[in-house]
């Protein structure tokens, strides 16, 4: 913990401050070389982008999504943040749908390596939410906490600066109070932000932070703004709980995680599997939007004159054919397979490897599915068969 004698504001402390000076928060990490993505509208969604100023947030806009579904509406009451996750999360910056391994120039018949590419500058991301900081941490036991440490992702991930924000609200896809990834922010973080009526209160989560707090020149938040701040993500727990939500709202989802890798393990041939392949269209979108899939696989670049080589690591998925292809073929060559490979390694099999579930209940894999397949539904369907 932080003492502030290094000119750091102590982890732990609270501050506060008006609403436009978010602004000064974004120069700030932008005068120390960091390149700010945050929430903005775009193709009618809501995804992360590098912004320079608070007037690209999504002010006053809220998500609508449920299975299937993914609308966007305007209301004048909405702050910042009132909006849930969209289609991109960390993964989008940490673990790039592309990036370049290996580049090789044939010159005078030899070939030569050329210096990979500059990553670029430090990243800081503005608006996380507590479920996809959940989803880093699986990203790190993945990447970073095996036999074998990837070291682009090793070099983004030391570099990332989190300024997350605690949820005002939930979607119908969302489930983190299940999977206990939310909402509220617990793990790991530089600062939390909590939007109020007038004003935001910052929570200082590491020294890098406190920083940031000290030279802004912020002053510390008065208890009824703390406690303001603390209630906001326990009415909205509660409200996922009780399934209290207003009427004219939708209730979030839940999952039953009560053994859950022993019921998805000894249901691999449940007939559930098949009637869920019918309506599946192999898209993969399920897998692109998740926070925590990792797959990938290698390609081969070349120019037109075959003297210039990229070898790239591009996003892959469990519901290609591709992706079990082996010498006779491939291993898992209908869709109900595919499906059940991809629910059995999220919920239980990923637990196995790395200790812990793939899913963190963002809910990003029932919004962005076309036909509106919903995880939790199908557990649901397999556990009440059990009983």
């Known amino acids: 913990m932080a003492d502030g004698s290094s000119g750091a504001a102590p982890v732990g402390a609270w501050f506060t401050f008006e609403k436009p000076q978010l602004q000064q928060l974004i120069d700030l990490l932008r005068q120390d070389g960091y390149r700010t993505i945050g929430p903005q509208v775009a193709d009618s969604a809501v995804v992360y982008g590098d912004i320079a100023s608070i007037s690209q947030l999504p002010l006053g806009i809220l998500d609508e999504q449920d299975g ?9 009451a909405a702050g ?9 999360s960390l993964k989008n910056f940490i673990f790039p749908p592309r990036e370049t391994l290996q580049e090789l120039v044939r010159s005078g018949g ?7 590419p500059d990553p670029g500058p430090p990243v800081a991301a503005i608006g996380v939410r507590s479920c996809d900081l959940h989803a880093l941490a699986v990203q790190d036991r993945v990447f970073l906490e095996g036999p074998y440490v990837d070291p682009a992702y090793q070099a983004r991930r030391e570099r990332l600066f989190v300024v997350a924000v605690n949820s005002p609200r939930a979607a119908a896809a969302c489930f983190c109070l299940s ?3 939310g909402p509220a922010v617990t793990s790991a973080h530089d600062l939390a932000l909590t939007e109020l009526d007038d004003c935001f209160t910052v ?12 030279q802004a020149g912020w002053p510390t938040c008065s208890y009824a703004e703390f406690e303001q701040a603390r209630s906001q993500p326990q009415r909205l727990q509660q409200e996922m709980e009780h399934r209290t939500a207003p009427p004219d709202a939708p209730q979030p989802r839940s999952l039953d995680t009560s053994e859950l890798r022993e019921l998805c393990l000894g249901n691999l041939n449940h007939p559930r599997r098949q009637a869920t392949a019918e309506r599946c269209l192999q898209c993969a979108n399920c897998t692109m939007v998740c926070p925590t899939c990792f797959c990938g696989t290698v390609e081969e670049v070349a120019d037109l004159t075959g003297d210039h080589v990229q070898r790239e690591r591009v996003w892959a998925s ?5 992706h079990s292809h082996m010498s006779p073929g491939a291993v898992r060559n209908t869709t109900a397979a595919r499906y059940r490979q991809w629910l059995t390694h999220k919920l239980a099999s990923w637990i196995d490897q790395f200790g812990t579930s793939g899913c963190v209940g963002c809910g990003r894999c029932i919004t962005w599915c076309p036909v509106g397949i919903d995880l939790t539904e199908e557990v649901a369907a397999i556990r009440g068969d059990e009983a």
């Open 68 to 76: 299937g579904c993914y609308r966007l509406t305007e209301s004048p």
């Open 80 to 88: 910042y943040f009132d909006h849930v996750v969209g289609p991109h």
């Open 110 to 116: 030899a070939w030569e390596t050329q210096p990979r």
């Open 179 to 181: 999977i206990r990834t």
């Open 203 to 214: 929570a200082v989560g590491s020294e890098r932070g406190g920083r940031i707090v000290t």
């Open 318 to 322: 469990c519901f290609t054919t591709e």
